[in-house]
């Protein structure tokens, strides 16, 4: 009964590559995000989807492209992966309509460029 | 600009009390969470503080001042099991949630 899934868990490739991660959740939540959590652990956000309108989109490389076929799926696509994309990424979602609402989060996906 | 401070590193004993502080600086506020993050996992929910004072759950506690842009999370009757970071997370007027880099809290026997 997972809330929040991410696939793959684990995802080892080279330099170069383009790659997808994907998301799903299951609470009927309306908002979704991307987190990089980098070695020295902070979260960073990525991006945050909202009734499948961008809402948020930080200052990320444009390799880096969120695609959502449904309120319930938010993947992540990278083009020409770059060693800097090393990181543990992690999908979240949230109910919108008040602050106090928390965010639930996917196991997170280990990326490791070569 | 906008700016959560937390310690990196804290150490306590199994059975002690431990307060872990977030001190916080941004554009609005709209309240204050604390996460917990096993090493290897994702962050969970702890708490959630928009009112001044002391919320208790439990072992732990969160307490919030917004006029000092302060918050504590008060960790009881520590167990092995309570080793893991701790991220404070202010939500800003934009209802954006702004993140500290997160505590991590090594528990001793």
């Known amino acids: 009964d997972t809330a929040v899934s991410q696939t793959p868990k684990y995802l080892v490739t080279q330099m170069g590559n383009d790659k997808s991660i994907k998301c799903e959740q299951n609470?009927?939540?309306?908002?979704m995000y991307w987190y990089k959590q980098d070695s020295k652990k902070f979260l960073k956000i990525m991006f945050s989807?909202?009734?499948?309108?961008?809402?948020i989109n930080e200052t990320v490389p444009n390799r880096f492209s969120p695609k959502s076929p449904d309120k319930a799926h938010l993947n992540l696509h990278i083009n020409s992966l770059e060693l800097g994309d090393s990181a543990v990424y992690f999908c979240?979602?949230?109910?919108?309509?008040?602050?106090?609402?928390?965010?639930?989060f996917g196991p997170g996906t280990r990326l490791t460029v070569l | 600009g906008q700016n959560i401070d937390q310690p990196t590193e804290m150490t306590a004993t199994e059975g002690a009390i431990v307060q872990i502080n977030c001190t916080y600086q941004?554009?609005?506020?709209?309240?204050l969470f604390w996460y917990q993050q096993h090493a290897g996992e994702a962050p969970t929910f702890l708490s959630y503080n928009v009112l001044d004072g002391l919320e208790e759950k439990g072992r732990f506690s969160s307490f919030l001042s917004r006029s000092k842009g302060y918050s504590y999370l008060l960790l009881k009757e520590l167990q092995m099991k309570d080793s893991a970071s701790y991220l404070c997370?202010?939500?800003?007027?934009?209802?954006?949630?702004?993140w500290g880099a997160g505590t991590k809290l090594i528990i001793k026997p």
């Open positions: 997370a202010v939500v800003d007027s934009n209802y954006q949630l702004i």
């Open positions: 941004t554009s609005g506020f709209n309240g």
């Open positions: 979240a979602s949230r109910k919108s309509g008040g602050p106090y609402n928390e965010q639930f």
């Open positions: 609470l009927g939540h309306d908002t």
């Open positions: 989807y909202n009734n499948k309108e961008l809402i």
